[in-house]
Protein backbone atom coordinates (compact mmCIF):
# COMPACT_ATOMS: atom_id res chain seq x y z
CA UNK A 1 0.00 0.00 0.00
CA UNK A 2 1.37 3.49 -0.94
CA UNK A 3 0.80 6.48 1.27
CA UNK A 4 0.86 9.69 0.16
CA UNK A 5 3.16 12.82 2.11
CA UNK A 6 3.31 16.97 1.83
CA UNK A 7 6.40 18.15 0.84
CA UNK A 8 6.92 21.84 1.26
CA UNK A 9 9.51 22.74 -0.65
CA UNK A 10 11.08 26.52 -2.05
CA UNK A 11 13.82 27.80 -3.88
CA UNK A 12 16.26 29.65 -1.39
CA UNK A 13 19.47 31.35 -2.35
CA UNK A 14 20.14 29.12 -5.36
CA UNK A 15 19.72 25.91 -3.88
CA UNK A 16 16.09 24.32 -3.43
CA UNK A 17 15.33 23.17 0.55
CA UNK A 18 12.44 21.26 1.64
CA UNK A 19 10.78 19.31 4.40
CA UNK A 20 8.03 16.69 4.73
CA UNK A 21 5.42 18.28 6.94
CA UNK A 22 3.89 14.74 8.68
CA UNK A 23 7.56 13.52 9.60
CA UNK A 24 9.62 15.67 11.83
CA UNK A 25 13.14 15.81 10.48
CA UNK A 26 13.02 14.20 7.19
CA UNK A 27 14.84 17.84 5.24
CA UNK A 28 16.88 17.81 2.49
CA UNK A 29 18.66 20.47 0.38
CA UNK A 30 19.67 20.19 -3.55
CA UNK A 31 20.74 21.81 -6.41
CA UNK A 32 17.39 21.42 -8.45
CA UNK A 33 14.11 20.78 -7.48
CA UNK A 34 13.85 17.29 -9.42
CA UNK A 35 16.59 16.15 -7.39
CA UNK A 36 15.54 17.70 -3.73
CA UNK A 37 12.42 15.97 -4.96
CA UNK A 38 14.09 12.30 -5.26
CA UNK A 39 16.46 13.10 -1.98
CA UNK A 40 12.54 13.63 0.27
CA UNK A 41 11.30 10.10 -1.26
CA UNK A 42 14.41 8.59 -0.52
CA UNK A 43 15.41 9.94 3.19
CA UNK A 44 11.65 9.67 3.87
CA UNK A 45 11.77 6.11 3.14
CA UNK A 46 14.61 5.66 5.00
CA UNK A 47 12.84 7.48 8.17
CA UNK A 48 9.76 5.68 7.99
CA UNK A 49 11.92 2.24 7.97
CA UNK A 50 14.19 3.50 10.65
CA UNK A 51 11.35 4.28 12.62
CA UNK A 52 9.42 0.46 12.06
CA UNK A 53 12.56 -1.31 12.79
CA UNK A 54 12.88 1.30 16.09
CA UNK A 55 8.86 0.52 17.39
CA UNK A 56 9.69 -2.98 17.09
CA UNK A 57 12.91 -3.68 18.45
CA UNK A 58 11.50 -1.24 21.86
CA UNK A 59 8.53 -3.54 21.90
CA UNK A 60 10.22 -6.84 22.29
CA UNK A 61 8.45 -9.99 21.94
CA UNK A 62 4.71 -10.58 22.03
CA UNK A 63 3.78 -7.55 20.10
CA UNK A 64 0.72 -7.03 17.53
CA UNK A 65 0.52 -4.41 14.88
CA UNK A 66 -2.31 -2.88 13.96
CA UNK A 67 -3.34 -0.90 11.29
CA UNK A 68 -4.32 3.48 12.21
CA UNK A 69 -6.04 5.15 9.65
CA UNK A 70 -6.66 9.09 10.68
Not at 35 to 40: A, F, G, I
Request: hydrophobic share 40%; charged share 25%.
Amino acid sequence: MQQTYTAVVKHDEGAWIGWIEEVPGVNCQEATREELVESLRITLAEAIEFNRAEARGAAGKGYEELPIAV
